[in-house]
């Protein structure tokens, strides 16, 4: 009975009920994907408490809406591939468990790894994006109150960032703590990102930081409210040292709109900018300096606008209104700007210290700006400001296309200093329009109107150079013209100096409140001056009685038409004024022209009318030393006058249609000199101790017998009173006019005297005549009549010119036809030469031989020092001569020797052995075009080489020559002994010329490159040593011939490459010496493939089977096969050391959330159900590839794991057997129970 029962126990079933839950866990996933070690993908929530590490050569893939928490100052560090997947509607978030995470940071080793963010959201951070030397690229990225800096650069970081949102940062930093706070993007370290879309807001100091000689390029920013540092300047952009290009966009309600600073000495500041718009800023709109302000001397260009727009600076909308400085400011520095709207500043529109050529503004616009108030300096009132300009060797600064309107004060006020520029248009500005001080500018085109001030203002300056000025309507309603006139010059030159002249060139006045004012300036040059219709008189206003220092302005073409409210008021108003006065005009109902003179110069006036409808006064002269006054007409109700004046007044005129007006006032203490000029009546006068002489000119001729001129005949006249007898010898013409001469003389006591009688006389070879006696009442014509005997003729030798210099036998002109005979008998000629003899018909001659040709067609001169001598005899036999010398001489021929290659500057010509040398005559000619014969002879040979044709050139080698000798170059003419010219040869053994060849079987880097250097010979036959490099993949193949095969075939890696071979000989001197040959080649990714080997399409199993995935015959030719666990039946590169393509490989289905797995080959369950299976390749670099099956997975029945007893293991009877049944589990996630029996 026991032992029944103990059977029975035996052979008891015993049920176990085990209900397990199926799981399978998919990530993260080891495997050997690519050559990354690993490849993570996340999803959901995750946690990282101590950071995380993205190791060289690892992939981690973020899914959309996963949530990753990191630790107080953690980061994500990428040294491998980093992919974030987040979309618009579910973002990734990046947030911060306790305390501010480091957000993500790529170091150097993710360079090139193809890393990609989509979507990402960084919250509570110091930082968001850190990048050392990687270039990711960045999309849609939202980062959220990073304390320091949102997205930070360094170590020439590359990334691409697009559409981006930087909300707030810096607030929560204490202010006294680090500068180093609440920066949107800091690029620095020779960076040079592509930055497309940000929006940037609510940050302490930067909202764009640029340092460290970056670049790159920036497009598309909406910088707002930055705001708040106090341990450093806070801007919307701040660029130091660096040269972005920043497009398209706006920096609104910022303390410093855009802060350009130049520090570092060798790096260049030049950030360009394009469609910049920059509004509400609290201090400046824009800055750029030179942070060293006492490098004056070297201003370098620091920026560049392109369309700026500049407004609200200080204004309402600023975040505290009141506090700006200026729109635009630069100190130090140069910019350049095409296009720009400045507008709208309750400050200094633009502002300028210490400039220079570096300078240069186009199409500028500067609409209501400057500070308001009478307490606020005149340049914080002013639209431009610029002080201190420097006009350097490459000239001053530059502005064109200017427009300033509206300023509170100056419209332009610019001092110390110079400026170039055209086309200006300043009006309704607060003050004068343009106002130059201690200025030096050279403007024209410029339209100044409607200003408070003056039109055109310039003050204690030199070297002024305004060109095609026009000014209307200014200064009206100022009290006085020194406040208010089209043009006011003051002290504009005080001295006289070489070139430093004030001048303005076709100016003009229209409807201004005074037309032109001068003080205390002289060397002032006004030419082409219009002065129309002023409210107020004088027009034309003039007062040097402060100047101590002599000198005079100069007025040509003066035009003035003035109807002022006060008709006795003079048109112009001359008080101490030395000048010089052409083509002057008077119009209108004035009084005319007052002329005080300060007497220290002589003045002139010319060309002039002055009409003046005035009863009291047309022109008032006074104070004159002596006024020089030429073609001067009066149409005047009013006399002329002089005070204290000596006036010399020619060709004048009182016009007929004058009432009553052809006579002067003469005041006191003048002298009025009236010369060929018109009738005047009895003048009036103030006293008695006045003179007027009526003076004219008597033309004189003498001739002969037959009235033909006698030259340099003499000539006297007497007169009868005032003057007294004048002599003269008349020019080769025979003919002078002479004078002035007094007619008759006017004295307040004695009114007008009798007319003066002139007797002439005149003498010629001791023959003397007198003519009739003439009244000297207007200009004479007087002809003295000589009776003189036949006289020799008059010789006129043209040519050749005395001691002129022939080449031998080269054509001689002898040229005397212009000689002629006081008695117009013929003249015979004859020519003689002191070699020749005469030479008069042996060479060619017109028919009296006056001019004769030698050497043309009869070679009649020889060579030699030649003294000609002409002779010329009339038919009375009376005969003039004159000689000449002239030489004619055979010159050697003129060698000239060029040779290619070069001689050297010492004199030696260095040759390849074999090569050759072509020397080149061409440029010999001999003088007399003698013909030439060229040759060359060598130093260790005494064969000459002649030329065929010479002058020209040969081609000569120098085989079994010594390394080192000479070579003499040979001309002659046959006349002189040869001209040489000797060089010296030194000949060496020549390298080998580098050629190659390069071909290939397509573009990318998995196919093959022949490299063929089979073209490359060396001169002397050297064997040939060589080397194929490349700059990415180093040496490639080297070698000596005959043993190695100057080609080699093979791939390279992807990139931009530069091919070069190096090729020398094997002679030891040329150790280390080669030529080359450069190839540049692009070789392109090759792109990953996808293939399921395994498993088929179609494959059928259960879930409980363990299914292989194998994805032999996929793979990607850019990684390197040593790389791989296990490279069989994986495309990748057996020829290279390491991968260029960080390669990641996930297998899906489509109904599964979760990769199935990353590796190229390994097993897993499925679950049930009709699964397409996908395989996916990204190398990273824009290289994709998929390939898709579809398998059946059927459900399965439980997989039973028993873990205890072992198997065939003994157990006592008397003590419990463990059964683990724990590890079973069911595929399909059922619910199922274990039986277990016992074979007894």
């Known amino acids: 009975m026991p032992d029944s029962h103990r059977r029975h126990r035996r052979h008891a079933i015993i049920l176990v009920s085990i209900f397990l839950l199926s799981t399978i866990a998919l990530v993260p996933i080891s495997s050997i994907a690519g050559y990354s070690k690993t490849t993570s993908v996340w999803s959901g929530t995750v946690n990282l408490v101590d950071g995380y590490t993205v190791e060289s050569g690892d992939i981690l893939i973020i899914e959309e809406g996963t949530i990753i928490n990191l630790g107080d100052d953690k980061d994500i560090l990428v040294a491998g591939r980093i992919t974030v997947e987040g979309t618009s509607a579910s973002p990734v978030i990046l947030n911060s468990i306790i305390g501010d995470h480091d957000g993500i940071i790529f170091n150097s080793s993710s360079d090139g790894l193809g890393s990609k963010i989509d979507n990402l959201t960084i919250k509570n951070s110091e930082y968001g994006i850190t990048i050392y030397g990687s270039d990711p690229t ?505 005070d204290s004046s000596v006036v010399n007044m020619s060709n004048s005129f009182f016009l007929s249609n004058s009432n009553n007006s052809n006579y002067f006032l003469m005041k006191s203490s003048s002298h009025l000199r009236w010369i060929s000029s018109s009738m005047m009546d009895a003048p009036t006068f103030e006293s008695v101790d006045n003179i007027i002489d009526e003076m004219w000119y008597v033309e004189t001729h003498v001739v002969n017998q037959y009235f033909n001129h006698i030259p340099f005949s003499s000539v006297n006249l007497t007169f009868d009173q005032y003057e007294s007898e004048y002599f003269d010898i008349l020019p080769y013409e025979g003919v002078d006019i002479l004078g002035p001469f007094i007619g008759k003389k006017w004295t307040p006591i004695n009114g007008w005297s009798d007319v003066n009688n002139v007797h002439t006389g005149c003498d010629y070879d001791s023959v003397h005549n007198d003519s009739e006696p003439f009244e000297l009442d207007s200009n004479k014509v007087v002809t003295c009549t000589l009776e003189i005997s036949n006289q020799p003729p008059i010789v006129v030798w043209l040519l050749p010119s005395p001691d002129e210099v022939y080449a031998s036998g080269s054509e001689v002109i002898f040229d005397a036809s212009l000689s002629w005979d006081l008695d117009n008998e013929l003249m015979t000629y004859s020519w003689s030469s002191n070699i020749d003899g005469d030479i008069t018909s042996s060479c060619e001659f017109n028919d009296n031989n006056s001019i004769i040709i030698a050497n043309n067609l009869i070679q009649c001169l020889s060579d030699g020092i030649h003294q000609i001598t002409l002779e010329i005899c009339d038919l009375s036999n009376n005969c003039a001569s004159e000689q000449r010398s002239i030489e004619l001489s055979n010159n050697p021929p003129l060698l000239t020797v060029d040779t290619t290659p070069d001689i050297s500057a010492w004199g030696t010509l260095y040759l390849g052995k074999t090569a050759s040398v072509n020397i080149d005559l061409t440029g010999t000619n001999d003088p007399e075009n003698d013909e030439l014969t060229c040759w060359i002879k060598t130093s260790y040979n005494d064969t000459e080489l002649f030329l065929s044709d010479c002058p020209g050139q040969i081609n000569k080698t120098f085989p079994l020559a010594p390394n080192q000798f000479t070579v003499t170059v040979y001309a002659t003419d046959g006349v002189h002994s040869p001209v040489t010219w000797t060089f010296n040869v030194e000949l060496f053994n020549e390298l080998p010329t580098a050629l190659i060849e390069i071909t290939r079987t397509g573009v990318r880097s998995q196919d093959i490159l022949l490299i063929d250097g089979h073209n490359t010979i060396d001169p002397e036959g050297d064997e040939i040593k060589f080397e194929f490099w490349s700059d990415i993949d180093g040496l490639l193949h080297s070698g000596i011939t005959p043993l190695d095969s100057l080609e080699w075939s093979g791939m390279i890696s992807k990139g931009n490459h530069e091919i070069t071979m190096y090729a020398s000989d094997d002679l030891p001197n040329h150790a280390g010496q080669w030529t080359t040959a450069v190839v540049d080649l692009i070789v392109e990714n090759s792109p990953p493939v996808a293939l399921i080997s395994y498993p088929i399409e179609n494959y059928s199993t259960n879930s409980g089977h363990l299914i292989s995935f194998d994805a032999t015959g996929s793979g990607d030719w850019d990684i390197a096969c040593s790389d791989l666990d296990n490279s069989t039946g994986i495309i990748c590169n057996y020829f290279s050391d390491s991968s260029k393509d960080l390669v990641s490989v996930l297998w899906q289905s489509d109904l599964l959330s979760e990769p199935i797995g990353s590796e190229w080959k390994f097993k897993s369950r499925l679950p049930e159900g009709n699964h397409v299976i996908s395989l996916h390749i990204d190398d990273g670099d824009g290289g994709t590839a998929s390939f898709s099956t579809t398998i059946s997975v059927e459900q399965s029945a439980p997989v039973l794991i028993l873990s205890s007893p072992n198997d065939g293991i003994e157990v006592y009877s008397n003590l419990p057997v463990l059964f683990d049944f724990r590890d079973s589990f069911d595929p399909d996630g059922d619910e199922f129970t274990v039986s277990l029996y016992s074979g007894l």
């Open 138 to 642: 960045i999309n849609n990225l939202r980062v959220e109150n990073a304390d320091l800096v949102a997205i930070d650069m360094f170590d020439s970081a590359s990334p691409r960032i697009n559409n981006i949102v930087i909300e707030g940062g810096g607030q929560d930093i204490p202010l006294t703590t680090n500068w180093r706070k609440g920066i949107g993007i800091s690029v620095g370290a020779f960076s040079s990102p592509i930055i497309d879309g940000a929006v940037i807001n609510n940050l302490v100091t930067r909202g764009l930081n640029y340092w460290g000689n970056s670049g790159g390029i920036v497009s598309n920013l909406q910088i707002s409210n930055i705001s708040g540092a106090t341990t450093s300047i806070s801007a919307g952009i701040w660029i130091e040292d660096s040269l972005p290009l920043v497009s398209n966009s706006n920096v609104i309600r910022s303390d410093n709109g855009v802060y350009v600073r130049h520090i570092t000495e060798g790096w260049n500041t030049r950030p360009t900018f394009t469609n910049l718009v920059v509004e509400d800023s609290q201090y400046r709109g824009i800055m750029i300096e030179q942070y060293n302000h006492s490098q004056f001397s070297n201003l370098p260009m620091n920026a560049i606008f392109n369309n700026l727009v500049i407004r609200g600076t200080g204004g309402d909308n600023a975040k505290t209104p009141g506090l700006g400085i200026a729109a635009l400011d630069v100190n130090t520095s140069g910019i350049k700007i095409e296009g720009g709207l400045i507008e709208d500043n309750p400050v200094v529109g633009f502002r300028a210290y210490m400039i220079d050529s570096s300078m240069v503004v186009n199409n500028l616009t500067l609409l209501n700006n400057g500070g308001d108030g009478f307490s606020i300096p005149l340049n914080d009132r002013a639209g431009l400001f610029w002080r201190s300009s420097n006009w350097g060797i490459s000239g001053p600064p530059t502005i064109n296309d200017l427009v300033v309107r509206n300023s509170s004060g100056p419209g332009v006020l610019m001092w110390k200093g110079g400026v170039r520029g055209t086309n200006w248009e300043i009006t309704e500005n607060g003050a004068s329009g343009l106002d130059f001080r201690e200025f030096h500018p050279d403007v024209n085109a410029i339209l100044s109107m409607n200003n408070t001030g003056h039109g055109v203002s310039i003050r204690d300056s030199s070297n002024v150079e305004l060109e095609y000025v026009v000014t209307s309507g200014n200064g009206v309603g100022s009290l006085s013209a020194n406040l208010g006139s089209g043009f006011y010059f003051d002290e504009s030159n005080d001295v006289v100096s070489g070139g430093k002249n004030v001048s303005c060139y076709i100016c003009t006045s229209i409807d201004d409140n005074y037309g032109v004012t001068i003080e205390n300036s002289i060397d002032l040059q006004l030419h082409s001056l219009a002065i129309i219709d002023p409210i107020n008189s004088p027009a034309l206003s003039v007062d040097n009685s402060g100047l101590s220092q002599n000198g005079n302005i100069i007025f040509n073409n003066l035009m003035v038409n003035s109807n002022s409210t006060d008709s006795n008021n003079y048109a112009i108003e001359l008080n101490d004024v030395d000048a010089e006065i052409s083509n002057l005009q008077i119009n209108g109902n004035n009084s005319g022209f007052f002329w005080d003179a300060k007497g220290s110069l002589n003045s002139y006036f010319n060309d002039s009318t002055i009409n003046s409808q005035n009863t009291n006064s047309c022109l008032d002269l006074v104070d004159h030393s002596e006024l020089l006054a030429n073609n001067i007409g009066f149409q005047c109700n009013s006399p002329p006058s002089l």
